[in-house]
């Protein structure tokens, strides 16, 4: 997995336990398919292992499967031992009528099912008092004295019966949903947004296609990726069409079935499911199929799991019931909705069952446009928010025109275990051995809570129980020695290299994203354009990356001591096929059609990127710089833009900060003596820019007039 995931998931479990040790009521907002139930895991276990007197109660509140799914993951998290703290139970109500529900209390985690706890259930004719009772201390002081804490997961869902529960027992709740209630104060403590689960490729980005389409548009687009899809990324990719409920149905159905049983559309395979409840159980009243499988005389919940693996052959899933929580299908790449939800919410929970990575544990193998695939969604009938301020950015023309101008060298970080003279076994042989080891939950905290590079290593090296206690018992020591070699750049950086082995150069990818902070500049002769009326208009994050995007602007178009631009600039247009043949006059084609001069110079948005330079503080992370431009010269500069001018002026004060900063110019000191390039960090403060150049492995501080005069210059 990327590690650019495990930091995103650490720093939310993180921020989410320090918010509980301040408040007893913490919400937790965070996209549909961004690994809630993983997070929520590790939340769990991190408080587990420091207390044994905590009792979680995760209440599933969708209408779905959705609690025997968390339930399932928790005990596979616990036997594979990514979380050993957890004992997950599922209450369950496989009884008859009149028996009363026993709950066991020698557990730490047990998921309640929404169906459990509504009015008249069995859980809430005394079964759920009495447990609390026995878990908690009641009035006679014979419960076990343990705190409960409630996880609300989807707590978008009203659970009056559960709340009135809260007062007499649970000393913290923790309501988790992508789409979180304000009207209920389920205001967010802790959010993971849009965009950084875009970048850290947890999620894709949505292309919302031309509203009020017939459906067979999406079924041509559809045949025309899946081909690609099987190619590139080895899954069968599905197109997921969500009907109305009651009184269009068969029309709609209809009309899809009109379009399916084309000839050309001969080959694609489809599956209607049309969930009923009968008694309590699930109906396949209504479901068909034309895939030649064995499910059809098993219950909806088959059906459904069926189609969810990345091996199905059913291409195309059309579902009358309501698909929001609770139904993971990374395969899933194309929502076509003819029903019209009339709710943000809902369509937003919809929009979510095609937007999970579908090769999220290896995604940094595939190629660039492999890459692009895994992480497009295409999606028709949802409406367009005002709120929604994701925008798309992609490269002028063909992007050849920036790409083979504009490449760049990136830096990485080797670690210890990949010295040359470093040898894990004889490291480890020299070391004593123990009679007797310490607690395995001390020594796998210590392994969990380890880069990744080091349980990369424990867990090549650990092929049996003493080996892994040996190694478990020198992580301290293997950590600090890794630690102080990550640090030391003038051993651990080196240039990125491809798979051969040979000096790898990226550059802008051919697409990318943004979040609309509404910080604007106009800008449209740099590398990027937009869609729409306003396709020069760009946002930048902060007030300073936009006054810098302003200067960078005018610096851009400004002359050089060679009366030349100072950056460089590239004529971009679409290649002509007759380039070179003579013409009437005399002169020949052009090279580009309607060329137009654009500068090589634009905003590093994250979405995509490859641009990146690793650096040490703690763990290994990832610098990637705003700005990029390459100049008349042909000199790469590359820009990291802060700012003290902010509501919470203290924490550029606080150690951390100031930790980080020293760290990034530490790093790009060496990566300028690696790449050859000039890497800057500007630093408004009130209204002045303080500009820290590292070039050549040096540094120097530049007023904002000295730093355009030494761009200007003559190398």
């Keep these: 997995m990327l590690q650019e995931v495990i930091d995103l998931h650490d720093e939310a479990v993180s921020s989410l336990i320090e918010k509980i040790r301040e408040k007893d009521n913490v919400t937790f907002k965070s996209p549909t398919g961004s690994g809630k139930t993983h997070m929520m895991a590790d939340l769990m276990n991190r408080i587990l292992s420091e207390r044994d007197d905590i009792v979680f109660i995760v209440s599933t509140l969708s209408k779905g499967n959705l609690g025997q799914q968390n339930y399932e993951k928790f005990v596979e998290y616990q036997q594979h031992g990514d979380f050993p703290m957890l004992k997950p139970y599922i209450i369950s109500t496989s009884l008859s009528g009149e028996e009363s529900l026993f709950i066991p209390t020698d557990y730490n985690v047990y998921v309640l099912p929404r169906d459990l706890y509504k009015e008249g259930g069995l859980l809430m004719r005394g079964s759920m008092d009495n447990f609390l009772q026995e878990i908690t201390a009641n009035l006679y002081g014979s419960g076990l004295n343990k705190q409960i804490y409630v996880i609300?997961?989807?707590?978008?869902?009203?659970?009056?019966?559960?709340?009135?529960?809260a007062r007499l027992y649970f000393t913290k709740t923790i309501n988790i949903s992508a789409t979180p209630k304000l009207s209920r104060g389920q205001v967010p403590?802790?959010?993971?947004?849009?965009?950084?689960?875009?970048?850290?490729q947890l999620?894709?980005?949505?292309?919302?296609?031309?509203d009020e389409v017939d459906v067979s548009v999406a079924i041509d687009k559809f045949e025309e990726i899946k081909e690609k899809y099987?190619?590139?990324l080895g899954v069968n990719p599905c197109l997921i069409i969500q009907i109305s409920n009651k009184d269009k149905a068969d029309e709609e159905l209809e009309k899809i079935f009109n379009v399916l049983n084309k000839p050309e559309h001969q080959a694609l395979k489809w599956m209607t499911i049309m969930q009923k409840t009968q008694k309590g159980r699930e109906s396949n009243e209504g479901s068909d199929t034309n895939d030649d499988c064995k499910h059809k005389g098993l219950p909806v919940s088959r059906w459904r799991d069926y189609v969810k693996e990345s091996s199905s052959t059913v291409d195309i899933i059309i579902f009358k019931m309501v698909i929001s929580e609770g139904w993971d299908i990374p395969r899933a790449c194309m929502l076509y909705q003819v029903r019209n939800t009339k709710s943000d919410q809902l369509d937003e929970q919809v929009l979510g069952r095609?937007?999970?990575?579908?090769?999220?544990?290896?995604?940094?193998?595939?190629s660039d446009e492999a890459k692009e695939l895994a992480m497009t969604a295409w999606v028709w009938g949802l409406r367009k928010k005002e709120e929604a301020k994701i925008r798309y950015t992609r490269l002028f023309e063909e992007?050849?025109?920036?790409?083979?101008?504009?490449r760049i060298k990136t830096t990485r970080l080797k670690t210890w275990r990949q010295r040359?003279?470093?040898?894990?076994e004889a490291y480890l042989a020299a070391k004593p051995k123990h009679a007797t080891y310490g607690s395995i939950f001390d020594l796998y905290r210590k392994l969990k809570n380890a880069d990744k590079e080091i349980k990369d290593m424990c867990s090549s090296y650990a092929t049996d129980t003493d080996r892994w206690f040996l190694f478990a018992e020198n992580a301290d020591d293997i950590i600090a020695k890794n630690s102080s070699y990550l640090c030391d750049y003038s051993e651990s950086m080196v240039l990125s290299t491809d798979e051969e082995g040979k000096v790898k150069e990226v550059s802008f990818p051919i697409e990318s994203s943004y979040t609309d902070m509404e910080k604007y500049v106009s800008i449209g002769d740099w590398v990027w354009k937009r869609k729409g009326v306003d396709s020069a208009k760009f946002s930048f994050d902060s007030d300073a990356e936009r006054e810098f995007a302003e200067i960078l602007k005018e610096l851009a178009q400004g002359d050089n001591a060679e009366g030349e631009r100072v950056a460089m600039r590239v004529d971009v247009g679409k290649n002509n096929p007759h380039a070179g043949e003579l013409l009437l006059d005399g002169s020949k084609e052009p090279q580009k059609l309607n060329p137009e001069k654009k500068y090589l110079w634009g905003k590093n948005f994250l979405s995509q990127s490859e641009i990146k330079f690793e650096y040490c503080l703690g763990k290994i992370h990832s610098s990637y710089p705003d700005f990029v431009m390459k100049d008349y010269y042909g000199r790469i500069h590359l820009f990291e833009v802060k700012s003290v001018n902010c509501s919470n002026a203290s924490h550029f004060d606080s150690d951390d900060y100031k930790?980080?900063?020293?760290?990034?110019?530490r790093c790009y000191k060496q990566a300028s003596l690696l790449t050859g390039y000039n890497f800057y960090l500007p630093v408004l403060k009130g209204e002045v820019w303080h500009i820290s150049l590292l070039a050549n492995g040096e540094e120097k501080t530049l007023t904002l007039n000295q730093f355009k005069d030494y761009v200007k210059a003559i190398p």
Aim: proline content about 3%; aromatic content about 2%; some cysteine.
């Design 189 to 200: 403590d802790v959010e993971i947004t849009e965009e950084q689960a875009i970048n850290s």
């Design 152 to 165: 609300k997961d989807e707590c978008h869902q009203a659970t009056n019966n559960l709340d009135e529960l």
């Design 399 to 406: 992007p050849t025109d920036i790409t083979d101008n504009l």
């Design 420 to 424: 040359d003279d470093f040898d894990v």
């Design 230 to 232: 099987r190619n590139l």
């Design 659 to 665: 930790d980080k900063m020293e760290e990034l110019k």
């Design 203 to 210: 999620i894709k980005k949505v292309e919302l296609c031309e």
């Design 354 to 366: 095609v937007r999970r990575n579908p090769r999220l544990l290896d995604f940094e193998k595939l």
